[in-house]
């Protein structure tokens, strides 16, 4: 079955740029998808198709996919957007929704 | 506004059985494929199934194939979760979700409801 990696953790400063990262076997072929999850809360669609923002969702987070590498980028980061973040595609060959292992975001 | 709301979660035997409802409204469910997605404590998400529109094919992680039947009453704007011979490893937080683009991302999410299954 498909896996996707991503880091158990990262650590960015306020005002910074945050970097997740999404490995995944050729996974530039395929729609890379994320989500974020406060503490308590349900998931909520932050990217999707690789790069695009569903409304009400910041220009300072977008996306971007190539290669074996899909990363979610936030700019100008905010004590708000300390949170869980999972990538997500669809497997076409088990017919499955996959997530990533989720990447734990600290806003220092 | 789209709103999912779950309910039926609760405490469980090992071997016991527990359906889960989710209530849809704001959009024209029939078109829309749905998805559970599971959370245990302290874990990340695990998808569990999900259910197309039209035909209701239906199709589920390996974790939990042959033991939660997923459906759908588009009359009723529901969705459901049968689940069977329940573990202690099924006890997470359960999440409904609307499919977007026939399915490949999950545009809204419930609150969730959450499944303990303890002796």
């Not at chain 2, 559970?36 to 302290?42: L, S």
Request: with cysteine; net charge neutral; glycine share 12%.
């Amino acid at each position: 079955s498909y896996v996707l990696t991503q880091p158990p953790s990262v650590s960015v400063a306020p005002g910074r740029t945050a970097r997740i990262t999404c490995g995944g076997n050729n996974i530039g072929s395929k729609s890379v998808h994320w989500y974020q999850q406060k503490p308590g809360q349900a998931p909520v669609l932050v990217v999707y198709d690789d790069s695009d923002r569903p409304s009400g969702i910041p220009e300072r987070f977008s996306g971007s996919n190539s290669g074996n590498t899909a990363t979610l980028t936030i700019s100008r980061v905010e004590a708000g957007d300390e949170a869980d973040y999972y990538c997500q595609v669809w497997d076409f060959s088990s017919d499955h929704y996959v997530f990533g292992t989720g990447t734990k975001v600290t806003v220092l | 506004q789209v709103q999912l709301v779950e309910s039926g979660g609760g405490l469980v035997k090992p071997g016991g059985s527990l359906r889960l409802s989710c209530a849809a409204s704001g959009f024209t469910f029939s078109d829309y494929y749905m998805s559970w997605i599971r959370q245990a404590p302290g874990k990340g998400l695990e998808w569990v199934s999900y259910i197309r529109t039209g035909s209701g094919y239906t199709n589920y992680a390996d974790s939990v194939k042959g033991r939660f039947t997923s459906s759908r009453d588009n009359a009723k704007n529901s969705l459901y979760l049968q689940m069977d011979s329940l573990r202690a490893e099924d006890t997470a937080v359960y999440y409904c979700a609307r499919g977007a683009r026939d399915g490949y991302y999950l545009d809204y999410w419930g609150q969730g409801t959450l499944v303990t299954v303890s002796s």
